[in-house]
């Protein structure tokens, strides 16, 4: 079976403009997280989605927004991008949020450069 | 709240010595507690967890880890280390009844010398 996938694998912005990630959760997992890993760090927790609803936010700005489709896989956007905002995103899919999502299975991450 | 404290951004060991790496938790009730290992420019793996029950919990790749109540620590350890195990370990808590979402620790770099 398919784990978590991630598109595009690496990116390169300039400050200010817009960026899209995209995620397709394992099949039969209808729960999706969002996180940012700058480096050297762990992961910091953005945005939890499950049955398309928003069921948890991190403390991130409004410039990050996410949402998630009728087939479970999600984006992230991020707008008026910001130097610190360079980091590696991660994607995790579990079966539900809660008990159910205790078990969190990472896609591969998206590195996003901003120069 | 909750918080999670890994002491050492380093830790270098000799191929087969002892894999130790520490963890320690702060958390208003007992949490679910968790390692992840990240090998470069890859995604977490989750190698163990402490839900309930036995508080010694075996994972893959010969990791195992203790849940000391007593101490607030829940160290990662294996007997003998190999030269696949270098990569980065995160220590990750959960508060039961809260949110659900994982705090994760800094993080580890596991470094195994030949």
């Known amino acids: 079976d398919a784990g978590v996938t991630q598109s595009p694998t690496h990116l390169i912005k300039t400050r200010g403009q817009h960026v899209t990630l995209r995620c397709s959760p394992i099949s039969g997992h209808k729960s999706v997280s969002w996180y940012q890993q700058v480096l050297g760090q762990g992961p910091q927790f953005i945005f939890q989605y499950y049955e398309k609803e928003e069921r948890g936010r991190g403390n991130f700005p409004d410039r990050f927004s996410a949402r998630q489709f009728p087939n479970y896989s999600s984006e992230l956007n991020v707008n008026a991008l910001l130097l610190g905002d360079s980091a590696l995103y991660l994607c995790?899919?579990?079966?539900?949020?809660?008990?159910?999502?205790?078990?969190?299975?990472f896609g591969p991450g998206t590195r996003l450069t901003v120069t | 709240a909750q918080s999670v404290t890994q002491l050492g951004s380093h830790v270098s060991v000799s191929e087969g010595a002892l894999v130790l790496l520490r963890c320690n938790y702060s958390?208003?009730?007992?949490?679910?507690l968790f390692w992840y290992v990240q090998y470069p420019n890859q995604g977490l793996q989750l190698l163990l967890k402490?839900?309930?029950?036995?508080?010694l919990v075996k994972g893959i790749n010969g990791f195992e880890a203790e849940f000391k109540k007593s101490e607030t620590s829940f160290h990662l350890t294996k007997p003998s280390a190999h030269m696949s195990d270098a990569a980065e370990y995160f220590c990750?808590?959960?508060?039961?009844?809260?949110?659900?979402?994982?705090?994760f620790g800094r993080g580890t770099s596991l470094i195994v010398h030949p």
């Open positions: 995790a899919s579990s079966l539900t949020p809660g008990t159910g999502g205790l078990e969190q299975y």
């Open positions: 402490y839900t309930t029950g036995a508080t």
């Open positions: 990750a808590v959960i508060r039961p009844g809260g949110s659900y979402i994982p705090t």
């Open positions: 958390s208003s009730v007992p949490p679910y």
